[in-house]
């Protein structure tokens, strides 16, 4: 297929899944923001129902990672061979380090995603608390509570974070503007809200650990 074989091409895949990626993000964000509310067993109970569902959704998102990564790193290379230096799509947004270290910035996503999965969902890392709460559902709430209540984990947690606010403020203007949906009127205007969009995102996750890690959420 011709899309699969042409860097436009590569870069409209690129596009697509990094706005199923953001999707996800928002909707994680939505329900781990639950903690503030004591209502995250009943939120992972709900889930826990929903096992078809949620595995289906587990990997579409797990595709999408593998597509962005695998074309991520074949247009980046495709674009230093052709004219090192540069980060290309169509009309050229203004150079700074979010899109200088886009590749950089992915793969360490990545890796956080691999230790993130390892430790809350298939429970591998020694921090892991598994248990139930007062009415036998799975305790989540514990589970996170004390991870993050370890200033390690914590860190590393605020810098996977801070990564995510790199990768998605050039990420975000890029896509819009690899699917034509930018302009040279726009471009400024849809970067400033590709900043605002990422730092919000970064800000609410890095709120949680830091809550847990101050004391705050108990």
Known sequence: MRILTSTVGRKILMSITGQLLILFV???????TTIFFGALNAYAEHLH??????WIFRLVMLSAIAVHICYGVQVTLENKAANPG???VKKQLKANFASENMIWTGLLLALFILYHLAQFTMHLTPDVVVGLDAINRPDVFKM??????????AVVYFFA???????LSHGIPSF???MGWNNDKTIPVFGT??????AFLMLVYISIPAAILVGALK
């Open 26 to 32: 928002l909707i994680h964000m939505i329900g781990n």
């Open 49 to 54: 129902s929903l096992p078809p569902l949620v």
């Open 86 to 88: 540069a980060y290309a």
């Open 144 to 153: 996170v509570s004390t991870s993050f209540a370890n200033a390690g984990i």
């Open 161 to 167: 974070m801070i990564m995510l606010f790199l990768h």
């Open 176 to 178: 819009l503007q690899t």
């Open 193 to 198: 809200g590709g900043k605002v969009v990422s």
